[in-house]
């Protein structure tokens, strides 16, 4: 579950990963004190039960995740998307090799 994590990290907001990053990380921290204490302060059965539950509420509510520039899996379209500036773009008649689809400074801007 970590690596889907932190493998979408870079295509959230490609102009402030830093800051996800930081954020998802975090959310890691938290999760870890949360169920600690959880498992502290009730007996076994009902940590797990909790823990549990978080996860597959979770876990729905990833079925809504959208990410600029791509299709989600209930509904969006895929987009292209420049990393650096965030900008949508339409890409020429000609950049359909993956070199052009790299770089996309000689495509259109909308």
């Known amino acids: 579950a970590e690596g889907t994590s932190y493998a979408i990290?870079?295509?959230?907001?490609?102009?402030?990963?830093?800051?996800?990053c930081g954020i998802v990380g975090a959310g890691g921290n938290v999760g870890a004190v949360g169920f600690g204490?959880?498992?502290?302060?009730?007996d076994y059965e009902n940590a797990f039960l909790i823990m549990g539950g978080s996860?597959?509420?979770?876990?729905f509510l990833s079925l809504?995740?959208?990410?600029?520039?791509?299709s989600g899996i209930v509904w969006g379209k895929n987009r292209h998307v420049d990393q650096?500036?965030?900008?949508?773009?339409?890409?020429?008649?000609?950049?359909?090799?993956?070199?052009?689809?790299?770089?996309p400074a000689s495509d259109k801007f909308i």
Do not use: C, W
């Open 64 to 70: 809504f995740l959208v990410i600029p520039g791509f």
């Open 55 to 59: 996860i597959v509420a979770s876990s």
């Open 9 to 20: 990290v870079p295509y959230v907001d490609p102009i402030h990963m830093g800051s996800v």
């Open 84 to 103: 650096e500036t965030g900008k949508v773009y339409k890409p020429s008649a000609h950049s359909t090799n993956k070199a052009k689809m790299a770089s």
């Open 37 to 42: 204490l959880g498992f502290r302060q009730l």
